[in-house]
Each structure stands twice: as C-alpha cells, then as structure tokens.
C-alpha cells in the first residue's frame, strides 16, 4: 500500500516570496506523483503530475515539483508567490498495481501576506 | 470548469435518512471515482467505476453503495446516515484505459450535512 505525507499542514509567505509544499511518500512500486490544488468551496484542480521520464515536472501557474526517488520526495515549488495562490495544496500516489485511486497527503493551506 | 458535473450542490438530512448523489463525468470518459472529504479523516478514496463496472473500492462502508449506468454517469447511495457521515463527497472522472497515471478531473462536489 501506499502512503503520503505532507509537512505543514499551514504554510504562510510573503507575496513574491518562495513557495515550498513538502511531499513525501511511500511506496514499493514504482508511484505516479500528482499535486493537487483546491480553491475554497470548489473542486481539486491537476498542477502537475510525474509518472515517467524527466524527473522535474512543470506544471500551471508557475509551480513545478522534482521526484527524487532517493529521498522518496516530490515537494512542490514556485519562485514567486502571488496572492491568488493561497489555497490548500494535496499531494498525492497512485500505482499500477492493485487499486488505482489516488491516495491524498493531507493537505497544506498555503497563505499569501500581502 | 473540469466537466465533471455533481448534484445536488448541497444536501442537509437527518440522520438514519437516505440520500443519493449523482456524478456526470467528463464527455468520452469511462472511469468515475468517488471519495469523501472531511475534517477528520480528510480525502478518502471510496470506490471506482470503469465503463458500468465496479473496479476498486476503498474505505467505503457497507452502508455506502454506488453504480454506474450505461451512460456513464454515476451514483452513490448513502444510507442510514449518522452525523459523522457529514462531509465533501467528490466525484473524479478520467479517460479511456484504467492506468494510475491518468489524470483525474474533479467535479465542485456535494456538501452533505447530516443533522
């Protein structure tokens, strides 16, 4: 089975600062890494997600995560934090083998100080 | 907007009531997944379902039932309802093929208050 853990369940930046959500998991299988974000009252929106090849993946809005697959890490960052990016952030794995679903870390509430 | 379509918005009911959720998935997609958001056991994967089947199921309790008709679109049936199934149920569609590296689309999902 797989798991994920986020640390810091609340992270607070300055605008323009750097952005850094913590990820990391566990699996015995090769995993596919995702990063979800949720808006409040809506639904998850994909960022990015890595499942094969280059290791540093890019997503929307100017966040990208890297897999480093010897720390069992997959933390997300953006160079510049804008206010409309506060929101809460979930990390999250699937595999091909046994179910497919995702598994969620859970969660970090990004704030962006003015 | 992900295409993925739920309703109702919102849902308020008593407890040992029965309720249904309806999930549209995204045009041309063949798996739906549900799962349940809440504050304390946070997002939950409860079932999946590909092209009418059922394919996996997670912490769903066996109060909690779903199916997914010819048209795809999907139901979940929650019954017997206690205060602690109050929660943020989501809907998630994805494409043709059932690898886990699909993304996933997310419906704005249902608010189910149980009073």
């Known amino acids: 089975a797989q798991s994920v853990t986020q640390l810091g369940s609340h992270v607070s930046v300055s605008e323009g600062a750097l952005v850094l959500l913590r990820c990391n998991y566990s699996?015995?299988?090769?995993?596919?890494l995702f990063w979800y974000v949720q808006y409040p009252n809506q639904g998850l929106q994909l960022l990015l997600k890595?499942?094969?090849?280059?290791?540093l993946v890019k997503g929307i809005n100017g966040f990208e995560a890297e897999f480093k697959k010897s720390e069992t890490s997959f933390h997300l960052t953006k160079p510049s934090a804008h206010m409309s990016d506060a929101a809460e952030y979930f990390c999250?794995?699937?595999?091909?083998?046994?179910?497919?679903?995702?598994?969620f870390g859970s969660g970090t509430r990004l704030q962006v100080q003015p | 907007d992900s295409g993925v379509t739920q309703t109702p918005k919102h849902l308020i009911t008593a407890t040992g009531q029965r309720v249904t959720l309806r999930c549209s998935p995204r045009?041309?997609?063949?798996?739906v997944y549900w799962y349940q958001q809440s504050l304390d056991q946070g997002l939950q994967f409860l079932i999946q379902?590909?092209?009418?089947?059922?394919?996996a199921k997670g912490n769903i309790l066996e109060r909690f039932s779903a199916q997914q008709f010819p048209d795809l679109h999907s139901e979940l049936n929650l019954s017997s309802l206690e205060l602690g199934d109050s929660a943020l149920y989501f809907c998630?569609?994805?494409?043709?093929?059932?690898?886990?590296?699909?993304?996933?689309?997310f419906g704005p999902g249902t608010r189910l208050t149980v009073l």
């Open positions: 998630a569609s994805s494409g043709r093929g059932t690898g886990a590296n699909n993304e996933q689309f």
């Open positions: 699996s015995s299988v090769p995993p596919y």
């Open positions: 890595y499942t094969t090849g280059a290791t």
């Open positions: 999250a794995v699937s595999t091909d083998t046994g179910r497919r679903a995702l598994t």
């Open positions: 045009s041309g997609d063949l798996s």
């Open positions: 379902y590909y092209n009418g089947e059922e394919r």
